[in-house]
């Protein structure tokens, strides 16, 4: 009787080992979603530090613009970077916050780190083609959902969540990369 006692309790705790390592961080998640509801529009998978990117043409200047993004550990936005062509309205450096460079014909805002959080974004019509960028991959925003506003939601997310969208990708995550052992691009 005393075994089985023991079977049992060793049973239960490795269980409970196991259910708290797999409710443990597992990762981060971003999430484009429709602010008047609706299925996501896209999820990436990521983990701290790496890089999205938005990337679009100026309404005025019809020149390119990238927005390089990135999520703290608990799921935080943060942008790190603005490349463009050329000044454009509503463009330039803020006071205080990251420093020009020059990267070839680009004019860049490096360094930026500024905390946004969770943010609201009107998306544009084909031709503006608000484009996110990651792992490799594009996802025409303007395509999608034009003249809609999206949120850009990150969170952190459980290391069994983590698993399973690996084994069974949100369909809402582009095709391609999603174990990310590839190195992100911007």
Request: hydrophobic share 40%.
């Amino acid at each position: 009787m005393q075994n089985h006692r023991v079977a049992i309790t060793s049973v239960v705790l490795t269980a409970l080992i196991a259910l708290g390592v797999l409710l443990r961080p597992g990762g981060l998640e971003l999430r484009v979603v429709p602010v008047d509801g609706g299925p996501p529009l896209a999820v990436l998978p990521l983990f701290a530090g790496e890089p999205f990117t938005l990337q679009y043409y100026h309404s005025v200047e019809n020149a390119p613009i990238w927005e390089v993004h990135t999520l703290d550990p608990s799921g935080s936005i943060f942008i790190e970077e603005e490349r463009y062509l050329k000044f454009g309205a509503g463009m330039g450096k803020m006071p205080g916050v990251g420093r020009m460079v020059r990267q070839g014909p680009y004019e860049s805002i490096v360094d930026m780190h500024m905390r946004t959080g969770n943010f609201v974004l009107r998306i544009g019509s084909p031709g503006v083609d608000h484009m996110l960028l990651w792992r490799g991959t594009q996802t025409n925003l303007s395509t999608l959902a034009p003249h809609a506003a999206v949120q850009f939601c990150g969170r952190s997310i459980s290391r069994f969540y983590a698993l399973w969208r690996q084994v069974f990708p949100h369909r809402a995550t582009p095709p391609g990369i999603a174990d990310g052992h590839q190195t992100p691009s911007t």
